[in-house]
């Protein structure tokens, strides 16, 4: 089976971080894969690129940005060239672009989003009129397939596949850090007001008040700028400056796990975090908010999902956090091996079809 997975900008973000894995996988399952996007690569993403290659995965990129018809055109020559049985196109924009075309290619839409996109009027307009197109959609969470049915309307072809960790670069490792290294609380996600990184630095502050030399590591692309400057700002504020990083993107992010002593996630709202999978596969005790795509792991050890508005509440659950080893978890369902063989299974019913 030749597979193309359509992207719209290679980052080191959730949707191009699970599309890279299962191209990987699949490619070494015995189908000829490549990658493509609407928009070009970020240099976060090259590591990735590299590794892609490494494993005989075609990648095309766009050179430069382009209006709507360069990247209508961009994605026309990919087809072409790359001639592919099925196209999975990973998040609402990539698929926007897939169905558009004049192409016989069945596109399987994947939603990611951790918001409704379809409580934006034109977004719901667009998705009715090309729902047809569409030969499969594909859910990564339960509230991804119930506002497709609530907003677009029926399918032929919804189905629930959750996002999937490869376990193997994740595995639990229970030795200990180096004895100089200092304890650490990682946040991994999109500089967003969605991931609430500044309610993770307030509730830093009352932690870092009682242990000394603990320290804050936050990492992401920048999505909002402006959100990220107040994160800045609130550091400086609270006189962490010391304590307290504010980065980028990371590629490694099992090293950065493995170096942690706890992972914080206040999200207000998310799909099917691949960094939340990361982190409960690393064993790296976890604090997260109480949305439902986190619900299933409230009886996994060393996870606290609290009400992470409540700065007081947040940060007692991180002082615990510290003081926990890391530990072992079973993540059955929701290996990247479980995923690939779900995508591969929806591929196979719509190319049967077509047939």
């Known amino acids: 089976m030749r597979i193309l997975h359509l992207v719209l900008e290679p980052r080191l973000s959730g949707a191009e971080v699970l599309a890279k894995d299962l191209a990987i996988h699949q490619q070494r399952e015995g189908s000829v894969v490549g990658v493509t996007a609407l928009l070009p690569e970020r240099p976060d993403f ?11 995965v075609e990648c095309v990129f766009p050179a430069r940005r382009s209006r709507l018809p360069g990247k209508l055109i961009h994605l026309a020559a990919v087809l072409r060239r790359f001639r592919p049985d099925v196209l999975f196109a990973h998040a609402t924009i990539p698929a926007f672009y897939a169905r558009a075309l004049p192409t016989n290619v069945p596109v399987i839409y994947v939603m990611h989003s951790a918001v409704n996109d379809f409580e934006r009027k034109l977004f719901r307009n667009v998705e009715r009129l090309l729902s047809s197109r569409a030969r499969a959609v ?6 991804n397939v119930r506002d497709y049915k609530d907003c677009v309307g029926s399918h032929p072809l919804v189905t629930l596949i959750p996002n999937g960790v490869d376990v193997s670069r994740f595995a639990f490792d229970d030795r200990p850090r180096s004895g100089d290294a200092l304890p650490q609380i990682v946040q991994i996600g999109r500089y ?22 603990v320290r804050l590591q936050l990492y992401g692309v920048v999505e909002d700028p402006a959100y990220l ?4 700002d609130l550091v400086k504020k609270l006189g962490l400056e010391d304590r307290v990083s504010v980065d980028g993107p990371i590629s490694d992010v099992s090293g950065v796990l493995r170096g942690s002593n706890a992972f914080a996630m206040p999200s207000r709202s998310e ?22 795509p986190f619900q299933f792991a409230k009886t996994l050890p060393g996870v606290q999902l609290v009400d992470t508005d409540d700065t007081s509440a947040y940060a007692a659950a991180l002082l615990t956090a510290l003081a926990q080893p890391k530990a072992p978890r079973s993540l059955a369902g929701l290996t990247l091996q479980d995923t690939a063989q779900r995508y591969l299974a929806v591929a196979q019913q719509v190319i049967g079809a077509r047939v």
């Open 46 to 56: 090259t590591p990735f690129t590299r590794e892609l290659a490494s494993h005989g």
């Open 138 to 143: 594909i859910g990564v969470s339960p509230a």
């Open 271 to 292: 799909g099917h975090s691949i960094a939340f999978l990361e982190a409960l596969a690393s064993g790296i005790p976890v604090v997260a908010s109480t949305i439902t």
């Open 229 to 232: 400057a107040a994160i800045e």
């Open 192 to 213: 967003t007001s969605v991931k609430n990184q500044l309610q993770t630095v307030h509730a830093f502050s009352e932690v870092a008040a009682q242990v000394q030399d």
